[in-house]
């Protein structure tokens, strides 16, 4: 019984973690910010579930889970072609309810939370064009730094990041059109490699966002869809012995939706949600975020 609720929470705590980088694509699509300008958010995001998708795809129950997360992300332009990224949970909480006996009543196992800094990222994009076409594409580069609590709780198995250094290299192209008089529009892809230590397993990413503004770009209306395809080279739990090493193995096709609006020429407040269709080892809930933005491209 001991066992099987180790291995429950493992998965539990593994599926928070992977919702928790569901915003993939961090490098904000392939046009880099202009030299001396930058964008700047401050967020709050947070998922709460009680079942999650097993390693096999199936849908399992699971005692109550959640995070939340404040947030800054930031993009600021070196130069015109060299972007400056970081994304940082400045202060995440990440809790389990008390597992109770269907039959009885009784507390298995009492709940517990932790509260400290998340994992951070940080990285450097490089935006060009293709000169045959004049399409916008980007190189970026991002570094996952294990800056959150890996091993917190009576049992070491609520955790704040996953204390592993990983590094994401990502391609994005796009283009800028007017889909009506009124109406502006955008289109992006993108894909990336990330490789992962301390055991965890390679991923391969991929996704697309197309976006829709309004009221002369006042109000940005976007859809994501994010992937993320495992290599299934990391350890496994009978591997190893510490439950520092808990996201392994894991993937997800998810999508997401965002809206954006200005309400000064720099200041803007958004909204977004995000779900994942399809997974192994992640979260079948909704996540949600709300923010505040400072746009200085404009």
Do not use: C
């Not at 955790?159 to 007017?178: C, K, P, R, S, V």
Request: charged share 15%; no cysteine; aromatic share 14%.
């Amino acid at each position: 019984m001991g066992k099987k609720n180790q291995n429950m929470k493992n998965i539990i705590i593994t599926t928070i973690l992977v919702i928790a980088s569901i915003n993939l694509s961090i490098a904000g699509g392939p046009w880099p910010q202009p030299k001396g300008k930058g964008y700047f958010k401050l967020s709050e995001y947070w998922i709460v579930f009680d079942q999650h998708f097993t390693d096999a795809g199936l849908l399992d129950p699971n005692v109550t889970n959640g995070l939340f997360n404040t947030n800054f992300y930031g993009e600021y332009g070196i130069t015109n072609q060299f972007t400056a990224i970081v994304n940082a949970p400045l202060f995440s909480r990440n809790f389990m309810n008390n597992v109770v006996s269907g039959t009885t009543g009784e507390v298995l196992i009492p709940g517990e939370a932790v509260n400290s800094i998340g994992d951070i990222d940080v990285g450097l994009k490089y935006g060009f064009k293709l000169s045959s076409y004049e399409i916008p594409v980007s190189a970026t580069l991002i570094l996952g730094l294990p800056t959150g609590n890996s091993a917190a709780g009576t049992q070491g198995n609520l955790q704040t990041g996953d204390g592993e250094f990983n590094q994401l290299f990502q391609i994005d192209a796009g283009f800028g059109f007017n889909l009506a008089p009124k109406v502006s529009s955008y289109f992006s892809a993108y894909t990336g490699f990330n490789n992962r230590t301390n055991g965890f397993s390679e991923e391969f990413r991929f996704g697309a966002e197309y976006g829709l503004g309004f009221f002369k770009n006042k109000l940005w209306i976007n859809g994501k869809l994010n992937v993320v395809e495992s290599f299934k080279n990391g350890k496994t739990a009978a591997d190893i012995t510490s439950t520092s090493v808990f996201a392994n193995n894991s993937e997800f096709s998810s999508f997401a939706v965002e809206a954006a609006v200005y309400v000064t020429k720099k200041v803007g407040f958004s909204a977004s949600y995000a779900t994942a269709f399809r997974g192994e080892i992640i979260a079948a809930a909704p996540a949600y975020s709300v923010g505040i933005f400072v746009d200085l491209s404009k």
